[in-house]
């Protein structure tokens, strides 16, 4: 029960069915899942731990709001996980489901450009990044950096609208998975690496647009 209530709770942050900055009493949290406090409070404690709450005493949760530090940092860090885990995938023999897995997500970026669909298009970019991390086969990594692609992704939902279309992130990806099945890391790294640079000068223009408070 703890773990449903974890996850449903998790899950509709990070869509922002409970807006950031929003209050919550437990018991409103358990009426809406309908299950007892317990659970609630235990992924309350969970959900703080991650980042995505701060637990207000005798007051219930305070869903985490978006602060310019927190955006960067998280994105910051973000990068070189996930390019540990690009080397470390391009370097492997992956099978050819492996693979298969990886030009899926990239096929549903593309489908969901041409349906003018941007949420259809976040929900396939989050597939390819946590797809790309599980196939780097390191229990640790799979692990932290989960998190924070999950914050990274909260933030990318409630931004949606105001980004244009995402063309280049698809193109890249295609080009990176292009990179993992010749087995070129050298050149995956590249591709990485400037994707990132890209997408930290939209993210500057963004935060700019959005007058987050700084921390």
């Known amino acids: 029960m703890g773990d ?4 449903a709770l998790k899950q509709q942050i990070i869509e922002g ?12 949290i358990a009426a809406r899942f309908g299950i007892s406090r ?4 235990e992924a309350m404690v969970r959900l703080e731990q991650e980042g995505f709450v701060a637990i207000v005493p005798r007051r219930g949760l305070k869903v985490a709001e978006f602060t310019r530090r927190d955006v960067f940092e998280v994105n910051e860090v973000l990068e070189s996980l996930e390019l540990l885990g690009l080397q470390r995938v391009a370097a492997r023999v992956l099978t050819g489901e492996d693979i298969a897995r990886l030009d899926a997500a990239v096929a549903g970026m593309d489908a969901a450009l041409a349906a003018d669909d941007v949420s259809a298009w976040a929900r396939a970019d989050y597939a390819f990044h946590t797809t ?5 086969d390191n229990r640790h990594l799979t692990r932290t950096a989960g998190n924070y692609l999950e914050r990274a992704h909260r933030f990318r939902l ?16 295609a080009a990176t998975v292009e990179c993992i099945r010749r087995r070129d890391p050298a050149t995956a790294t590249e ?15 963004l935060l700019d647009r959005l007058g987050l408070p700084a921390s």
């Open 17 to 28: 069915v409970l807006p950031p900055g929003s209050n919550w009493l437990e018991e409103e």
């Open 158 to 173: 409630a931004t949606l609208g105001m980004r244009g279309r995402p063309v280049s992130s698809t193109t890249s990806h």
């Open 38 to 41: 317990t659970p609630v409070r």
């Open 191 to 205: 591709i990485h690496l400037l994707h990132k640079r890209r997408w930290a000068g939209e993210l500057d223009s």
């Open 4 to 7: 449903h209530a974890y996850a």
């Open 132 to 136: 790309l991390i599980e196939l780097a």
